[in-house]
């Protein structure tokens, strides 16, 4: 059947996709098994020195570092954006302003949510920046450790997230974790400054949503 045959299809190519991603990944990760492969001329002679091998090298380890924590800001990039910028707040507002104007499902989801992150971006765009040339940028360029890159790269992100938070929420969750009450927003530890500002969003939005709904 013609429709049975597509479905075939596609599943090989997705599966074909895979394999090539898989590969690239692969080779990425140990680029030495390329070049040996290359080298080799005679097979008696091929040896195996893992304590010779490029990946064991302080470069090698920094760069297998770096892949893994772009692999992990991929998969946390989703919550990062939902819990320490201001995105649920704009997309909550504009939900709560479809629902009072009565419109069902216009705009669809996708055009909030799009609309959301746009804004976000804009909005955030100070921060990340700032982020990006004080704490990645040098890290990248091996002038900083990972630890001294992670210090000065959530400066930025606590003094945003502790500047948008309700005093009372801060409070809670200071008491909550039984943390010493900080000085200074630097000090603010991200146990604590992360839920205190997504309760003081959500408690925002909340508010400017009813405002909106209220003259209809």
């Excluded at 945003?160 to 008491?175: C, G, P, T, W, Y």
């Amino acid at each position: 059947m013609p429709v049975v045959s597509r479905f075939l299809s596609a599943l090989s190519s997705s599966r074909i996709a895979q394999y090539l991603f898989y590969s690239v990944v692969f080779l990425m990760i140990f680029p030495e098994f390329v070049s040996a492969a290359g080298e080799v001329s005679q097979p008696t002679s091929v040896t195996l020195s893992l304590g010779s091998t490029d990946m064991m090298s302080e470069e090698g380890i920094s760069s297998a570092l770096k892949m893994l924590i772009l692999a992990s800001a991929v998969t946390f990039g989703p919550a990062a954006v939902l819990t320490m910028t201001c995105f649920t707040r704009i997309a909550v507002v504009l939900s709560m302003t479809r629902q009072s104007l009565g419109t069902q499902q216009m705009p669809p989801n996708m055009v909030i949510t799009g609309l959301a992150l746009f804004l976000t971006f804009n909005i955030m765009g100070p921060v990340i920046t700032q982020v990006y040339t004080e704490a990645l940028q040098p890290y990248m360029e091996g002038q900083m450790s990972g630890t001294e890159a992670w210090k000065k790269g959530s400066e930025p992100m606590k003094r945003f997230l502790v500047n948008h938070s309700r005093e009372q929420d801060l409070a809670l969750f200071i008491d909550i974790t039984q943390s010493e009450f900080p000085e200074q927003p630097e000090d603010v530890g991200l146990n604590v400054a992360i839920p205190a500002f997504v309760l003081s969003e959500l408690n925002t939005a909340f508010q400017i949503g009813f405002l909106i709904a209220l003259p209809f």
